[in-house]
């Protein structure tokens, strides 16, 4: 089946303590991104890749790193994680980054730091 | 500026009938693609319908269909027939050339809720 999964789905961690959230896909594509979403932003795009050792800044990328050494993977880093980063977060892949590409979503990971 | 503007927080309609939501960009790109997505209470993001800039007709799929208006600057999802199951928030985004299409920009979505 053809899916992006994410783990874990569900976080719960203290502040500072790094942590790594993980987002692999099966399709084969090129260009990968992390959304984070909050209540009355809609989602915001966090990190993007074009493909293997590609990637760029998104929107709000503070506190975060990624790294791509695998076109099927595409990790999302919190160094040092602090309270704001709680959030919804969504790892996302498509084809390509052209126009028509649509994007498809993996299921989530709900981050909560305390 | 907001690049998608979605101005209904929250939209109800029965079973059965036609509901629209609105969607307006701003871009000055010829050349972008605009989506819409759903967001059951579940929480995935699910691909509905896809409308791109020089396309000269209204998207449709099965019972969602795009109202296209260009010069207007607005996509609006046409959800015909609703069913209980439509109840989810839905977003509109879109990718522009000018970022090189690596974004895909979403609005703040809206709430609909489908009662029987």
């Known amino acids: 089946e053809a899916q992006v999964t994410q783990n874990p789905r569900y976080l719960i961690t203290v502040t500072g303590k790094k942590l790594t959230v993980t987002c692999s896909q099966n399709m084969n594509h090129e260009y990968m991104s992390w959304y984070r979403q ?13 493909n ?4 760029d800044k998104g929107d709000v990328p503070e506190g975060y790193k990624v790294s791509r050494k695998e076109k099927r993977n ?3 880093i919190l160094e040092s994680p602090s309270p704001n980063q709680t959030s ?17 979503f993996g299921p989530g990971t709900r981050l909560t730091v305390t | 500026a907001q690049k998608i503007t979605q101005t209904q927080p929250g939209m109800f309609v029965q079973e ?3 509901v629209t939501l609105d ?13 819409w997505y759903k967001q059951p209470s579940s929480g995935e ?26 010069a207007r600057k607005s996509a609006n999802l046409v959800i015909s027939a609703s069913q209980l199951g439509d109840s989810a928030m839905y977003f ?17 979505g809206t709430r609909l809720l489908v009662s029987p």
């Open chain 1, 38 to 50: 909050d209540p009355g932003l809609g989602l915001r795009q966090i990190y993007y890749s074009m």
């Open chain 1, 52 to 55: 293997v050792e590609v990637t």
């Open chain 1, 74 to 76: 595409f990790p999302l």
């Open chain 1, 88 to 104: 919804l977060y969504f790892c996302a892949s498509s084809l390509y980054s052209g126009q028509g590409y649509e994007q498809y």
């Open chain 2, 16 to 18: 059965k009938e036609a």
């Open chain 2, 23 to 35: 969607c307006t960009y701003d871009t000055s790109d010829p050349s972008y693609g605009l989506f």
């Open chain 2, 45 to 70: 993001m699910i691909f509905l319908i896809y409308q791109g800039s020089y396309d000269q007709q209204n998207a449709t799929e099965g019972r969602y269909s795009l109202n296209f208006q260009k």
């Open chain 2, 92 to 108: 509109c985004a879109m990718r522009e050339v000018n970022t090189g299409f690596q974004k895909l920009v979403f609005g703040t």
